[in-house]
């Protein structure tokens, strides 16, 4: 109160304007409401490093974020329609279903108020669903099957599941210890605040939404988990190289699905699914590395015994 008053008392008018007129006459004066991080960062950032580093930089780091960009960097691609907006733009998710605006007039990418609630809520950090479930709604492959591709799969991998046999049975889940434990889930390792303690520790508020390594050490002894996940990408990542070049018309191992027995097609597309779910995860083993050495397992059985 001492040194910011002016951020006592956020009330109504802070972020609606004045609201006498709407008062009077709603339907004349309709609210005013703004989507725009800029709202909340005139108080929820560290004035750019200026104010010291002991401040909340939620808006700066939120700013170098991809969730700032989302809607930017779709807005000119040829595959850009209504169906990106869902995940990709704040107006077209907070709009009423049967008032969604046209894909050419939306404005917003993953804006604060995507993920919070500007007056509180009954989850915590004034989020709009309880964490664990807040990610998914986005970082997900939905029903995708083979044939399809597993786009951004990554909260089906880490509960272990979404993959199939080559027989076409889908695997039995696969929720292993490491990945069960995290409050939060996603937010656990990827929104993870550090406050203030010292010139070398400026404040962190997680949201460049990277993860975290200090997340981890709440079970794994400091500089541990560094070296395990070094060591599991070191395992993944050239098997994902292995089985990239059958599906690069431009390798040798090239193979052409057009040249496959119609049970081996079958195969072949979920084996190719198997793969890109570990590819399109990204994470190289860490969201959970059983998971991924059963997919690529799979994928690798089919590749490998082609004649
Ligand atoms: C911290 C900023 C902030 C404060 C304080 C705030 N609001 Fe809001 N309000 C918003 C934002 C942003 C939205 C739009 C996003 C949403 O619906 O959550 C909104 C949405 C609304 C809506 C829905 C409007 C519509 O057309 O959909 C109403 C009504 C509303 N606010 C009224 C109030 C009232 C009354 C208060 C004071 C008790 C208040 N707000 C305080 C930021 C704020
Ligand atoms: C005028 C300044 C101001 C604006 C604008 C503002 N906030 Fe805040 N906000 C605050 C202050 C101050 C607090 C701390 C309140 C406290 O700790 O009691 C706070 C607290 C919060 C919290 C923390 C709740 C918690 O559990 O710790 C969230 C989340 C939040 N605001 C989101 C928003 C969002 C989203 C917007 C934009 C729609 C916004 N704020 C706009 C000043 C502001
Ligand atoms: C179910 C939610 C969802 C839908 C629908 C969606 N996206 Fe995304 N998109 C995401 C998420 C989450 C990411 C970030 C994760 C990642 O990079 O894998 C992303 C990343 C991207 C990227 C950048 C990363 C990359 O893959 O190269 C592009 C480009 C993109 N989406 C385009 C689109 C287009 C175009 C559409 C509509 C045809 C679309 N998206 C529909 C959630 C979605
Ligand atoms: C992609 C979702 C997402 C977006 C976008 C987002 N946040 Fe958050 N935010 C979170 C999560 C998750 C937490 C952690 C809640 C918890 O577990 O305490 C959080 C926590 C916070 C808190 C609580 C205090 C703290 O640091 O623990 C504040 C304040 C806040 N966010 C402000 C903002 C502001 C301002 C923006 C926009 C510049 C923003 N957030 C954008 C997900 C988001
Ligand atoms: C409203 C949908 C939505 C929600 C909710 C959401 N994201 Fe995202 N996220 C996206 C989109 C879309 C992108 C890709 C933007 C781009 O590349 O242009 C993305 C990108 C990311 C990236 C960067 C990926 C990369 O390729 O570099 C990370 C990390 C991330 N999100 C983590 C999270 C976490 C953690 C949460 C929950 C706290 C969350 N997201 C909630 C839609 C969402
Ligand atoms: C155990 C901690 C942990 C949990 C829980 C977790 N992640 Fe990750 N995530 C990581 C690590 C570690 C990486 C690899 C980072 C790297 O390669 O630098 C990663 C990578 C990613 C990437 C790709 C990296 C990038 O920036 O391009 C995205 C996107 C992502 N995670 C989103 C999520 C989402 C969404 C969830 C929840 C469904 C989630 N993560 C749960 C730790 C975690
Ligand atoms: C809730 C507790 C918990 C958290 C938090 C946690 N881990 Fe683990 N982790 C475990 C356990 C238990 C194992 C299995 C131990 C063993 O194999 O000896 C493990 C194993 C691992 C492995 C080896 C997996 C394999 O099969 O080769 C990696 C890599 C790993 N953790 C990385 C991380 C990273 C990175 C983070 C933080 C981003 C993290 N862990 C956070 C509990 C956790």
């Known amino acids: 109160m001492n040194t910011t008053p002016q951020l006592a008392n956020v009330q109504c008018e802070t972020c609606h304007g004045p609201g006498s007129h709407h008062n009077v006459d709603p339907a004349r004066a309709p609210l005013k409401v703004d989507l725009d991080s800029e ?30 960009t989302a809607l930017a960097e779709i807005f000119w691609l040829p595959e850009y329609e209504e169906s990106c907006l869902a995940c990709h733009s704040t107006d077209y998710r907070l709009a009423p279903e049967d008032d969604k605006p046209a894909a050419s007039d939306v404005l917003f990418s993953i804006e604060c108020v995507a993920c919070h609630r500007a007056r509180g809520s009954q989850h915590v950090g004034q989020l709009r669903l309880l964490p664990e479930k807040l990610c998914a709604q986005c970082h997900t492959m939905g029903n995708a099957a083979p044939r399809e591709e597993p786009d951004r799969p990554h909260v089906e991998f880490l ?19 490491p990945y069960m434990g995290i409050p939060g889930e996603c937010a656990g390792c990827h929104v993870f605040r550090e ?51 059958y599906l690069d018309p431009a390798d040798p191992l090239y193979v052409n699905p057009l040249t496959l027995t119609p049970e081996q097609l079958t195969q072949y597309y979920i084996a190719r699914f198997d793969y890109e779910m570990v590819d399109a995860d990204g994470s190289f083993g860490a969201h959970n590395a059983a998971y991924a050495r059963l997919l690529l397992t799979e994928a690798e059985a089919f590749f490998g015994n082609l004649p």
């Open 39 to 68: 709202l909340c960062g005139q108080c929820h950032q560290s004035c750019h490093g200026m104010c010291g580093d002991y401040y909340h930089p939620h808006y700066e780091q939120w700013s170098t974020s991809k969730h700032s």
């Open 195 to 245: 406050d203030y303690s010292g010139p070398d520790q400026p404040a962190n508020s997680g949201h460049t939404f990277e993860s975290n390594l200090l997340a981890c050490e709440m079970c794994h002894a400091p500089g541990d988990a560094e070296v395990r996940l070094a060591d599991v990408r070191a395992e993944i990542e050239p098997r994902l190289a292995g089985l990239a070049k």
């Open 159 to 177: 509960h272990g599941v979404g993959g199939y046999a080559l027989d076409g049975s889908p695997f039995p889940q696969l929720y292993t210890i």
